[in-house]
């Protein structure tokens, strides 16, 4: 199969699948999006692959719900990762501090203090 790529009502044609059950395969995790948004929206070949593999199990009479749970990664546990936001202020081109969003929020009426501080030494005062 070569590398093409479909919209909507091409993979819709080619797996037998209406558009409204490709879109609930997406919802529901079966399925990758599409690349691109809106009507811009296209599909590859493993989506074609893909689509057939979900209907030669259903064909067997597997439920879509096992399905689902057979494409599940199995983990032993949840892995859980800490997102740390931080907020970016420029001094001078080239130059920029970063200070996490928890240090900000409670240290916020001496940034511009700090600031200053060391604008003036990058100035030589």
């Known amino acids: 199969m070569e590398n093409k790529l ?3 009502e091409e993979l819709s044609e080619l797996t037998g699948y209406t558009r409204r059950t490709i879109r609930y395969y997406i919802q529901q995790g079966l399925l990758e999006p599409p690349a691109g948004r809106g009507r811009g929206g296209f599909y590859n070949d493993s989506h074609v692959l893909k689509l057939r593999e979900i209907r030669a199990q259903q064909e067997k009479g597997v439920k879509l719900a096992a399905i689902l749970e057979q494409d599940k990664p199995v983990t032993d546990h949840a892995v859980e ?3 740390e936001l931080w907020v970016r ?4 081109p080239g130059i ?4 996490q969003r928890h240090v900000e929020e409670r240290e916020g009426r001496r940034i511009p203090e700090i600031m200053r501080m060391i ?3 990058l100035k030589g005062e």
Request: charged content about 25%; overall charge neutral; hydrophobic content about 35%.
């Open 96 to 99: 920029e501090i970063h200070i």
């Open 119 to 121: 604008k003036s030494l």
């Open 89 to 92: 202020y420029p001094i001078i």
């Open 6 to 8: 479909y919209t909507i």
């Open 81 to 83: 990762y800490d997102r």
